[in-house]
């Protein structure tokens, strides 16, 4: 894509639904698919039938549950059959691949109504089993093999950065105390408890300088959105939400590959990519949806978007900025780290957390007066990147 | 999709590449990956960083590798960085729909020129792990959980047949002894060995009444095609073909939820939009390639696409109809049965045979004159089907 990614038609987001993220003993992934999909049709006011194709995000739905072929699955409980049902998978980034698949398959001309999901049914496991599933997002034989686990690889990168530009301790603590706040403003958080720097330092250690307050965990969830025609949005909706880019770029799966590990090249390719097709600058975007896996994660998502230069992005946490009051409001549904990561449904959820504050039905932590969205997700630690940009309707 | 599927352009295959499909006992996931990839891109005379974008079918490097996020690896390894990689899976359909989905992404206007791929490594699971992970494409909590395993669903299938239309034991060997035939024609097959009648029938059970010859067998490999705009497709080969039609469609993931357990819905629905696309009857194909996971699936493509009655697959095989010097070449590679089956790129080794054979390049197995072709890829017991209709460039 140069700039305007050359296809028919605008697109727009005309209906939302989503689960709780956290433990649901009582669920499995179809229920949970099937709770977020129905909540999405009802809210459109329409009949599963007319949905004409199903993308779902599913990172691994066979080292979870040893259930593949999930779309097939989902679209069959929520009787969409004969309709086209696509699983993608592109790790931590499932959902927003498939949320770029479904803008294709609106903007191309191909569909008038598509749904696209996401799911993740992750606490079925023991512990080092959802471990070594979620090590499938990096190179196995390269990485994994040799011992390496994700908060591993992004305690390097923290590593890093904490040299490279004297970043402290308490600094990096900032971002996950300012993701359980903003999780306790959201009942469909993960964790809904503020904590402390204090709190954060005094965790128990998982990967120096990673501690538990640090790291997201682990939840099951589903979400799921409804694309159409931007011209045939108020058939469902009185507040479309246009998608104005939605953009994705690739880098080396493996860490030792890059010139530079406090930099996620296919961030800033792909933010690059969706500013130039919405024709916006960072300057106009009014509320923000950021992949922060770890606080790290946050710091170097900020940097790679273009929101500040490298190193400078602990200083938007002084005086409450990014929390929802401030001048670039982050991750104001709790993030990955209060609000949860159902891994494969993320990217959903951070699209459906935009729709909600750029209609202004976002509740206590409503950002107000915003018409411009931004999502990041990623895969991996950083080998696959979405940026959706989002617009209120006019 | 409505007939014609309202997308901008014509799109062409303009490069091929594929492993031989067996045992690779010496290469991984991305070595055969790789081998294709490369084998494509020297073939259509292109640098890889030409490729704007990558889709890669493949049911589950988590179960058999541990390795997801797949399309990043490989895209990383063919230095196709920073292009968008896209997994997509549909279990044994996940090739056919990847092809869909490069498709969609040309067709469009998106992209003018995009990689498909398909790969799988198969071998390196004991065999029971194997048979558990190739669950993962039924209902894991309605079917495998009570002991079904794909030979069972398919041997009900086949029992089912037999009872209905009164299909002898003798008649269905004969898919697996014309298949055997055909790959020993194929360098490029898992089995190259010639079989009679009397050696299906007195194989080991398997699944009654299926047995070890009526079943394709696990096989390590990867293939790749390059798609383009049909108008700049001359640019890359001498012998561009078109993609005429490219559908897919869903069904019930369960068998107990099917009207009628001999017919595969998906493949009837996804031949209809396909034949209505290309503006086509069935009679006007020259050469086929269909799923033959099992020797009766090949009875039902050949019914439930439209190539004769239900109940009257078997008498196509009188006379070497099916053969590549008869009416109706089947499965010309020697399909999924000899010719092997790595489940996520079966759906781009059906299209690549399909390319050689309108191309003339079909070598001692050509079908002669052959101008229209068409592959149907199912995933599952039918939960997913593709099918799509190749035309050799005028």
Redesign the interface.
């Known amino acids: ?1 140069n700039g305007s ?4 038609r605008r697109v727009a987001i005309v209906g939302i639904g989503s689960t709780t993220f956290g433990e649901h003993w009582d669920k ?1 992934l ?1 229920d949970l698919a099937l709770e977020a999909s129905l909540k999405a049709v009802e809210e459109a006011g329409i009949k599963g039938k007319e949905i004409e194709s199903f993308y779902v995000g599913n ?5 979870f ?9 989902v ?2 409980f929520l009787g ?12 931590c980034a499932s959902g927003g ?1 498939a949320l ?2 479904g803008y ?2 609106v ?5 008038d109504l598509v749904a696209v999901g996401g799911v993740e049914k992750m606490t079925d496991v023991q512990g080092s089993l959802a471990a ?2 979620l ?7 390269w990485e ?1 093999y040799f011992g390496a686990t994700f908060p591993g690889i992004y305690a390097m990168m923290a590593h890093r950065y904490m040299h490279n530009y004297g970043l402290s301790r308490e600094a990096l603590a900032e971002v996950a105390v300012k993701n359980h706040f903003h999780g306790s403003f959201n009942p469909q958080a993960h964790f809904k408890n503020r904590i402390t720097v204090d709190d954060v330092i005094g965790s128990p250690l998982v990967a120096d300088p990673l501690r538990v307050y640090d790291c997201c965990p682990m939840s099951d969830g589903a979400a799921c959105l409804l694309l159409a025609p931007l011209e045939e949005a108020r058939k469902y909706t009185d507040t479309p939400i246009i998608v104005e880019a939605c953009s ?7 860490l030792f ?1 890059r010139g530079d590990i406090c930099t996620l ?2 961030t800033r ?2 933010a690059g990519q969706a500013f130039s097709q919405a024709k916006i600058s960072p300057r106009e975007v009014d509320v923000l949806e950021v992949h922060d896996c770890f606080t790290i994660a946050e710091l170097l998502a900020l940097e790679d978007l273009g929101f500040c230069r490298k190193g400078e992005a602990a200083s938007l946490y002084k005086e409450g900025q990014t929390y929802f009051g401030g001048r670039l409001p982050v991750n104001t549904d709790g993030g990955l780290k209060a609000g949860g990561h159902a891994v494969g449904a993320t990217g959903i959820k951070q699209a459906i957390e935009l729709v909600k504050q750029l209609r202004g039905d976002a509740g206590g932590r409503q950002v107000k007066g915003a018409e411009i969205g931004l999502a990041h997700n990623v ?2 630690s950083g ?2 990147a979405v940026v959706t940009i989002l617009r209120r309707g006019g």
């Open positions: 894509m990614d050359g296809l028919r499995g179809r990172m691994s739905g066979g080292m549950l040893g259930q593949e072929h999930v779309a097939a699955l679209a069959d969409l059959k004969p309709a086209p049902a696509v699983r993608v998978e592109a790790a691949v770029r698949q294709i398959s903007a191309s001309g191909l569909y070594t599933a090590a499938g997002a990096m190179d196995t034989e994994a994705q770029a690739s880098d080396s799966l493996s590959d090249e296919a390719e792909a895969g991996g080998a696959t």
